[in-house]
Nanobody, 126 residues
Framework: QGQLVESGGGLVRPGDSLRLSCKPS????????MGWVRQAPGKERERVSC????????TYADSVKGRFTISRDLADNTLYLQMNNLNTEDTAIYYC???????????????????WGQGTQVTVSS
């Protein structure tokens, strides 16, 4: 089945940076599409960023472009999300996710991810 363990969330001030990590284990392959999805209170889930399993091409939500960077360590497949210039709108639970079924392209909908981490809270407040 596989397991995803996230870390790196916390409470920061506007303008600060955080780096989230997601360590996968138990997956059959190491070239799935992987991404970050967040959910703020009272809002729908939002696909934040993804890295595909073919050539490592990345995608970002418009709300985070230029501020967030997704990356994957090929040695152990750990997924990272570097978040810079955080603002209060970034406050949410951030989930790491893997798309095991179908193609290795990044999903169009968050429901296409079929393995999820437990989530890590990111709170941006002054």
């Amino acid at each position: 089945q596989g397991q995803l363990v996230e870390s790196g969330g916390g409470l920061v001030r506007p303008g600060d940076s955080l780096r989230l990590s997601c360590k996968p284990s138990g997956f059959r392959r190491n070239d799935y599409a992987m991404g970050w999805v967040r959910q703020a209170p009272g809002k729908e889930r939002e696909r934040v960023s993804c890295i595909n399993g073919y050539d490592g091409t990345t995608t970002y939500a418009d709300s985070v472009k230029g501020r967030f960077t997704i990356s994957r360590d090929l040695a152990d497949n750990t997924l990272y999300l570097q978040m810079n210039n955080l603002n209060t709108e970034d406050t949410a639970i951030y989930y790491c996710a893997v798309k095991r079924s179908g193609s290795r392209w990044c999903p169009t909908y968050s429901s296409e991810y079929d393995s999820w981490g437990q989530g890590t809270q990111v709170t941006v407040s002054s």
